[in-house]
């Protein structure tokens, strides 16, 4: 499955502290935890033993330790102890099964595949090293709905004057002008897109006209880029959100926002406050559709010009042999 050979967000930091973390991805159950050097470890959670989970045991002296016969392993997997037999000294092959994880836009990224020769880039997120702007994350959101779903919904711009009617859309300019894709190696580019809103973000005092860019960035990534409401974009700013979806089963989804701005006055509570009502339109929706499978056959639904954007994401998702999530 080539979805697994790529980098998942999992949980947040904060998330894993001194007590195993039980997580979901692509159907698989993981646990999380860190070793005495306080270094992040992902497991599958099933304890090689007698295939208890491990998310239910201890982390002891460094160590993840199983609830069942209570077995102990280090960090790199390998068995340290089995209790039963103290004088015993576990072969390598008494081992957990171990997953490669990562810390980068502030959550937890794992990666359930490494292939000999085959690399996998991080989701990018350019905003990240923009210093000028404020990062902070909103979420997770659970979803009943896959991930290529809530993906075609984040680059969807023709349902903003109905689900997002007084904030982001108004029903009395439900119009989307042409805008522009083109495929990049990681998905596909969407420029020119314009938006009347009411309401684009917290501080919006009155309606604008609104230009964004959409970029998807991995099958289950995505990153709105928005241009100033004046026009202007001094020195190449812009403000980012950015969209990463865990994949937990092919049709429910764990689901972050990461927002990179230029307001440092408002609290964190406040602006994912709005990020929340925003999404929180859009989640009954979401939840709503079928299949909740994302349809990569062109002729399974109706399309018309506003949607192309959706369009060449399904045709990425074909072409890239992805399998999870779509029918």
């Known amino acids: 499955m080539f979805e697994a050979s790529l980098w998942h967000p999992v949980a947040q930091p904060a998330d894993v502290t001194g007590t195993p973390v039980p997580v979901q991805l692509l159907g698989q159950d993981l646990v999380l935890w860190r070793d005495a050097d306080g270094t992040l470890q992902a497991f599958a959670d099933q304890c090689p033993h007698r295939g208890a989970r491990l998310s239910l045991g201890q982390v002891r002296d460094g160590q993840l330790e199983c609830p069942y016969h209570g ?14 037999l103290p004088s015993f000294k576990p072969p390598t092959s008494n081992c957990a099964k171990r997953y490669a994880v990562r810390e980068a836009h502030g959550l937890l990224w794992v990666r359930l595949q490494s292939p000999e020769g085959v690399e996998a880039e991080l989701p990018a997120f350019l905003a990240e090293t923009d210093e000028r702007l404020r ?31 007084g904030w982001l859309g108004s029903r009395d300019a439900t119009g989307v002008d042409d805008y522009q894709v083109e495929s990049t ?12 809103q009411p309401q684009s973000n917290l501080h919006s005092t009155a309606p ?3 230009e964004y860019s959409y970029e ?19 020195d190449g700013w812009r403000e980012s959100i950015g969209l990463f979806i865990c994949p937990l089963t092919p049709e429910t989804s764990r689901v972050w926002f990461r927002l990179a701005i ?14 929340h009502t925003i999404f929180t339109q859009d ?9 909740k499978c994302l349809p990569l056959d062109l002729r399974a639904e109706l399309h018309t010009a506003a949607d192309k954007a959706s369009s060449a994401y399904r045709r990425y998702l074909k072409n890239s042999g992805i399998t999870f999530g779509v029918c």
């Open 283 to 291: 989640q009954p929706v979401l939840e709503s559709q079928r299949p």
């Open 216 to 234: 998807v960035t991995a099958p289950y990534a995505a990153v709105l880029t928005k241009v100033p409401e004046d026009g202007t974009a001094p």
């Open 185 to 196: 190696p990681t998905g596909l580019r969407a420029t020119g897109c314009k938006a009347w």
């Open 135 to 165: 990062k902070l994350n909103c979420g997770p959101y659970d979803v009943a709905a896959s991930a290529p779903r809530i993906i075609e919904n984040f680059l969807d711009l023709s349902h903003f004057g109905f689900v997002h009617e």
């Open 71 to 84: 077995w102990r392993f280090a960090g790199n997997g390998q068995c340290t102890l089995v209790p039963a």
């Open 262 to 275: 230029a307001d440092f006055a408002s609290s964190d509570e406040k602006l994912q406050a709005f990020q």
């Open 208 to 210: 604008a006209q609104v």
